[in-house]
Antibody, heavy 117, light 107 residues
Framework: EVQLVESGGGLVQPGGSLRLSCAAS????????MNWVRQAPGRGLEWVSD????????YYADSVRGRFTISRDNSKNTLYLQMNSLRAADTAVYYC??????????WGQGTLVTVSS | SYELTQPPSVSVSPGQTATITCSGD??????ASWYQQKPGQSPVLVIY???KRPSGIPERFSGSNSGNTATLTISGTQAMDEADYYC??????????FGTGTKVTVL
């Protein structure tokens, strides 16, 4: 069974930084692209970032490019999202999702990031 | 940027058919997927590659995609189907794009 478990969320001040982690199990992690998707309170889903299976290619939504960095450690079956220069608009539940070509077959339970002073 | 538009809400009586549309420029040229999200839960994939159902998704969920519109159909809607539904497409320029979301209410 595929399992994705996010951690690292919390309260951070505007301009601060946070690193999210996603521990994966139940599939060959190094064979799949991985993604971060977020959902602001009461709002819809927004794709944030994608990383290829090897980690050699990364992609970002315009709203986070230059501030967020996605990475992975295939030896630890773990996905990361380094978030810098955080803004109130970044407040959301952040989900990691297993990339299956053009869709997301599996999602984690999400971790809440709150940016507030 | 690429946009996908859904109706904010759809109401359906138990046992009837719910139809949710997703509109985007030349959406039929891309693969469309659909996710169900219940309050406080993570999204669940219910349709991928326009019309395929993942293992464990009931047959009452079906999808189609042509022209500028993708459609999710729930036949014989049950109370447990009450949720938010999001369409999603992949575009080489914008990568993954989600629709605006539709709240399905089973009256």
């Amino acid at each position: 069974e595929v399992q994705l478990v996010e951690s690292g969320g919390g309260l951070v001040q505007p301009g601060g930084s946070l690193r999210l982690s996603c521990a994966a199990s139940g599939f060959i992690f190094s064979s799949y692209a991985m993604n971060w998707v977020r959902q602001a309170p009461g709002r819809g889903l927004e794709w944030v970032s994608d990383i290829s299976a090897s980690g050699g290619s990364t992609y970002y939504a315009d709203s986070v490019r230059g501030r967020f960095t996605i990475s992975r450690d295939n030896s630890k079956n773990t996905l990361y999202l380094q978030m810098n220069s955080l803004r109130a608009a970044d407040t959301a539940v952040y989900y990691c999702a297993k990339g299956d070509a053009s869709y997301f077959m599996a999602w984690g339970q999400g971790t809440l990031v709150t940016v507030s002073s | 940027s690429y946009e996908l538009t859904q109706p904010p809400s759809v109401s359906v009586s138990p046992g009837q058919t719910a139809t949710i549309t997703c509109s985007g420029d030349k959406l039929g040229d891309k693969y469309a997927s659909w996710y169900q999200q219940k309050p406080g839960q993570s999204p669940v994939l219910v349709i991928y590659q326009d019309s395929k159902r993942p293992s464990g998704i009931p047959e009452r969920f079906s999808g189609s995609n042509s022209g500028n519109t993708a459609t999710l159909t729930i036949s014989g809607t049950q109370a447990m189907d009450e949720a938010d539904y999001y369409c999603q497409a992949w575009d080489s320029s914008n990568f993954f794009v989600f629709g605006t979301g539709t709240k399905v209410t089973v009256l």
